[in-house]
């Protein structure tokens, strides 16, 4: 967005660009003072600012719902008389949004790697100052090494997983795959974590099989993904169902569970890397954080897409479609 004023500040000129980002119709604002045409202060700071020097650079966040970020150059014209400033005006939401999800994925991999090695660390050390000798316990801190140890092995795969898929790298099969093959796979490899629960873990859907166009250990990974989850967070005597069906040219797959529901607040972010909405209670449940992530890049990689409907007390169905074969 470009905006150009006089020396009394009334706007001399201001493209579509700026009317959009500050909310203004620019054919208006013509011979207008900038305070009456948009009565937003960060952005009247930044000029009051930029006084000060032949040219400034200002970050400002607007006085909006969306919570927009602007970055505001504005460059005085000394030699002009009709034009003494000139406010550049750039968007820089999306490039803020993405520096904060990038610095909160450090810090939770962070987080999430240090966790199991101090719990393998503390156990190797208290075996090496003599539990080792220790006939009631010794068995039990290698145990427990062992299921930290596993816990950083699977978050280290899906790390790498999500890194392949993202970057291009992966390389799928793309072929006609059986949506019933991989749903009765997918129920078979989940029953004995269900039985163990005494939930009711049951596939449903068309009485004809289903061809969709996706990598076959693709399909499966996002099935146990969305399965398993459904399982953890379903409490005793519940109940998951995979439900399945045609949508014009794609196949819809939903998982329901009746589990606690999501809030509607988390419900945005619940496909993001690491994110989690009772974190004490998903690392109890042993999740590495990023199952969700890799179900959203597989789907998408297949040309398909995930959603999630949920309301607390009322459970979850997560719903991808995915293009007939």
Avoid: W
Wanted: hydrophobic letters at 45%; glycine letters at 6%; proline letters at 3%.
């Amino acid at each position: 967005g470009v905006i150009a004023l006089d020396d009394r500040e009334r706007i001399v000129l201001a493209n579509p660009a700026a009317g959009q980002l500050l909310g203004f119709d620019p054919a208006d604002a013509i011979e207008r003072p900038l305070l009456e045409v948009t009565r937003n202060r960060p952005v009247l700071e930044a000029l009051a600012f930029s006084k000060g020097a032949s040219s400034q650079y200002m970050e400002v966040e607007l006085d909006d719902d969306q919570n927009r970020v602007i970055g505001v150059n504005a460059t005085l014209l000394s030699s002009e008389p009709s034009t003494r400033c000139i406010l550049v005006l750039h968007d820089l939401t999306e490039l803020r949004r993405l520096e904060t999800l990038r610095q909160e994925f450090v810090a939770n991999v962070s987080h999430e790697l240090k966790t199991p090695l101090s719990s393998i660390k503390a156990y190797a050390e208290t075996l090496l100052n003599g539990a080792i000798n220790d006939g009631e316990n010794n068995r039990r801190f290698v145990a427990e090494i062992d299921e930290q140890a596993e816990r950083l092995y699977e978050l280290i795969l899906d790390l790498l997983s999500i890194a392949r898929i993202e970057s291009g790298q992966q390389s799928f099969d793309i072929s006609a795959v059986s949506l019933v093959d991989a749903i009765d796979a997918c129920i078979s490899g989940n029953k004995a974590a269900a039985d163990a629960k005494e939930i009711s873990l049951a596939a449903q859907g068309a009485p004809v099989d289903l061809l969709v166009s996706a990598d076959d250990e693709g399909l499966r990974q996002i099935l146990n993904n969305l399965v398993d989850n459904a399982i953890k967070y379903t409490p005793h005597y519940g109940r998951v169902t995979v439900n399945f069906h045609v949508d014009g040219s794609a196949a819809v797959i939903e998982v329901r569970d009746t589990g606690p529901g999501i809030a509607a607040e988390f419900l945005p972010r619940v496909f993001e890397r690491f994110y989690r909405v009772d974190k004490a209670r998903s690392r109890e449940l042993g999740g590495t954080g990023l199952g969700l992530s890799i179900v959203k890049h597989l789907a998408q990689a297949f040309a398909g897409n995930v959603d999630v409907v949920s309301e607390i007390g009322e459970g979850a169905t997560f719903t991808v479609r995915l293009p007939l074969a």
